[in-house]
């Protein structure tokens, strides 16, 4: 069994920062990609920021220059670093990993529980 858990969301204004946690934990044997996606009232889910686990890092252009992803490989842990955030922000966040749980097993996609955040105008 593998658990992504959610941290950091919250209720903040624009032009505030905010700083998103997510811990894989349970039988996992390797990670690729870790990363963030995000989901608005009445919209698609949409991709935030990946990372690889050679750190090749992809972000939505509407948030490049104000967010950064960055990883922890040693704790499984990615984060998502956001800044001068805009009320078009608001939104549930979830985590996402591809997540192998044995040598020669393929790579399922994970999800977390999700992350509210709302920026305030």
Sequence with gaps: ?????????????????????????GSI???????????APGKQRELV???????????ADSVKGRFTISRDNAENTVYLQ??????EDTAVYYCNAEI???PFRNLDVYWGQGTQVTVSS
């Design 1 to 25: 069994q593998v658990q992504l858990v959610e941290s950091g969301g919250g209720l903040v204004q624009a032009g505030g920062s905010l700083r998103l946690s997510c811990a894989a934990s």
């Design 29 to 39: 044997f390797s990670i690729n990609s870790m990363g963030w996606f995000r989901q």
């Design 49 to 59: 920021a990946t990372t690889t686990n050679g750190d090749r890092t992809v972000y």
């Design 82 to 87: 956001m800044n001068s955030l805009k009320p």
């Design 100 to 102: 192998s749980r044995g």
